[in-house]
Structures are given as C-alpha cells and as structure tokens.
T-cell receptor, first 107, second 115 residues
Framework: KNEVEQSPQNLTAQEGEFITINCSYS?????LHWLQQHPGGGIVSLFMLSSGKKKHGRLIATINIQEKHSSLHITASHPRDSAVYIC?????????FGTGTRLQVFP | DGGITQSPKYLFRKEGQNVTLSCEQN?????MYWYRQDPGQGLRLIYYSQIVNDFQKGDIAEGYSVSREKKESFPLTVTSAQKNPTAFYLCASRPVGQGADYGYTFGSGTRLTVV
C-alpha cells in the first residue's frame, strides 16, 4: 500500500463545476503539499499545510491531521485548471508523493 | 526572478553513455533534491543535499551520482549502470532552518530518452 494515496486518479468536469481531490497518508508528517503539474512537466507549488485551511483565489486546501486526510477544492473550475494535481507529504526531511490526479475541465 | 533552471529540457543519449543533467538555483536555498518520475508512479527521490559538499542517497540512488560543489548547483549524472534511465527528472530546492515556511521550489524538468 502506498504511503500517500490520492483519489480519484482521473477527473473530468465541465467548466464552472466544483472540484474536490482527496489525499490520505499513513505516515507521520510535518507538512503536506499540494502541487500542480502541467503537460510540459514543470511543477508549481500550490499550498503547504500543517493544519487547518488555506485559500488562494479559487483554490482551497484543507487538512485533518487526526484523520490523516487532506482535500484540494477548486471552485468555478476553468479549462486552464486542467493539469495533474499531486499531493506530497514531508516525512523526515523528504517528500513522499502521491501518484497524482489528472483533471480535465471542458468548456 | 529567482528560480530553478534545469537544462536541457529534452535529452537523448545512446545506451551505455553517461549523461549529466544540470540544475541551478538562484534562491539561496540550502537543500536541493533530484526526483525521477515514471508514468503512473509518484515522484521518487534519487539524491538530496542539505549543504555544500554533502549529499545523501534517496530511495533509488543506484546508477546515479551527484555533486554539490557550489550552493547553487546540484548536477545529476545518470551512469551506464542505471538499468532503465529513460524518465522525467525533476530538481527541487528549499530553504533550511528558516521557520515554518519552507516550501519547495521545483524546476521544469528534463526528459531523458536513452535509445
């Protein structure tokens, strides 16, 4: 079993829909990261969380430390949100990555 | 603007040849990392360095070597001993010991194809 599990693996949506991507982990962590990877391959860091909730524009990330679970929400989704979203946890100075959720938003 | 530069973006090599991937950062970050990405798998750690002239093996270090002679540079050599070198390679960095906000910065990656 992977130490970081994401669901769903693939997600399609119509423009404007509310999107939720989930991440569960089984190891102790000091922080959790949500990352975005576009088709060219480069990765952008969206959020780093150690507790509670963070919001940036249409993106919201939450974490529940007791349940070892985090969610990434996208409100009013847009085709430019199409990308792979990756959850990663900080474990003893190293990141452990989920396999990613591929999101496609259609106009 | 500060960031990480990986070069080249695409690299083709013949089987049996060593190849070096470049990673340079101007963020003054202490820690640097190399990850490998294969289809359907999460990124896996190859090597990392938290200080100049020191580095540690990650989970899949066999067939790879690194050096950290300067703070801003962390080149990765894929040697002929690496059995399946075709992959996407990502470099990352982060500050160390600066409190809670120690987020990672990632490069744009190098896609290596060995033929």
């Amino acid at each position: 079993k992977n130490e970081v599990e994401q669901s769903p693996q693939n997600l399609t949506a119509q423009e404007g829909e509310f999107i939720t991507i989930n991440c569960s982990y089984s190891v102790g962590i000091s922080a959790l990261h949500w990352l975005q990877q576009h088709p060219g391959g480069g990765i952008v860091s969206l959020f780093m969380l150690s507790s509670g909730k963070k919001k940036h524009g249409r993106l919201i990330a939450t974490i529940n430390i007791q349940e070892k679970h985090s969610s990434l929400h996208i409100t009013a989704s847009h085709p430019r949100d199409s990308a792979v979203y990756i959850c990663a946890v900080d474990n003893t100075d190293k990141l452990i990555f989920g396999t990613g959720t591929r999101l496609q938003v259609f106009p | 603007d500060g960031g990480i530069t990986q070069s080249p973006k695409y690299l083709f090599r013949k089987e049996g040849q060593n190849v070096t991937l470049s990673c340079e950062q101007n963020l003054n970050h202490d820690a640097m990392y190399w990850y490998r990405q294969d289809p359907g798998q999460g990124l896996r750690l190859i090597y990392y360095s938290q200080i100049v002239n020191d580095f540690q093996k990650g989970d899949i270090a066999e067939g790879y070597s690194v050096s950290r002679e300067k703070k801003e540079s962390f080149p990765l050599t894929v040697t002929s001993a690496q059995k399946n070198p075709t992959a996407f390679y990502l470099c990352a960095s982060r500050p160390v010991g600066q409190g809670a906000d120690y987020g990672y910065t990632f490069g744009s990656g190098t896609r290596l194809t060995v033929v």
